[in-house]
């Protein structure tokens, strides 16, 4: 006869996985922001020039000289 936690312990675990998962994702839906940042993130430019102004932007505020 198997014991009470040899069937408890995985289905509690599989339940809570499922749960927080559940929980993420209301989050992400009720929330406009996140689902905008994403959008957003996931664009890629849509032309070889649009690529080279924000890699020149990226660089001159990575490497811009120090402010006094």
Known sequence: MPHFLDWFVPVYLVISVLILVGFGACIYYFEPGLQEAHKWRMQRPLVDRDLR????????????GPEV
């Open 53 to 64: 102004k924000t890699l020149m932007v990226r660089d001159n505020l990575a490497f811009g």
